[in-house]
């Protein structure tokens, strides 16, 4: 399934108006997501990126990182159910420190634990913007769950927690 995402990636560049993208549930995979990546980046008013259900793993949670920075005009991503596990938070955690754009971030169901949370604490504070965070069924446990509520209490525009 790498194929059809290479096959996306090239078309990408040549939808300048693309604002919303929707690739729920099509097998993805990690080195899809390596290979759409640098494509997104040049859909330059891209706001709502949903991957959800994708099995793009540490691999594809990476290389959605390594973008991530340069889709300043992104306010919703979903990444749920994409077994990226704490590794996967990490490397995305890394990245959302800086996106004081980002206002919907979904990572539900992906198994990144107590660890996982902590990799996303320690950063989601830059994300000033964020108003919604979906985190349910990632067994956070009583450690990753305090964790992450101290780092939320860094984001003033918080309305919603999932």
Not at 101 to 111: E, F, I, S, T, Y
Request: proline share 2%; glycine share 12%; charged share 15%.
């Amino acid at each position: 399934r790498r194929e059809g995402a290479t096959l996306l990636a090239a078309a990408l560049p040549a939808c300048q108006g693309l604002t919303h993208l929707n690739l729920r549930e099509n097998g993805i995979g990690g080195e899809g997501m390596t290979a759409l990546g640098p494509a997104l980046v040049a859909s330059s008013k891209l706001s709502s990126l949903i991957l959800s259900a994708n099995q793009v793993g540490m691999d594809g949670a990476g290389a959605m990182a390594s973008v991530l920075l340069q889709l300043s005009s992104l306010s919703q991503l979903k990444l749920d159910e994409n077994a990226i596990g704490p590794e996967g938070a990490e490397q995305l955690g890394a990245a959302l420190g800086e996106c004081s754009w980002l206002r919907h971030l979904d990572v539900a169901r992906n198994g990144i634990g107590a660890e996982g949370a902590w990799m996303l604490a320690r950063s989601i504070g830059g994300c000033s913007a964020l108003t919604e965070l979906s985190v349910s069924y990632n067994e956070l446990a009583a450690e990753g769950a305090g964790r992450l509520t101290l780092a939320l209490t860094r984001c003033p525009n918080l309305a919603r927690i999932d």
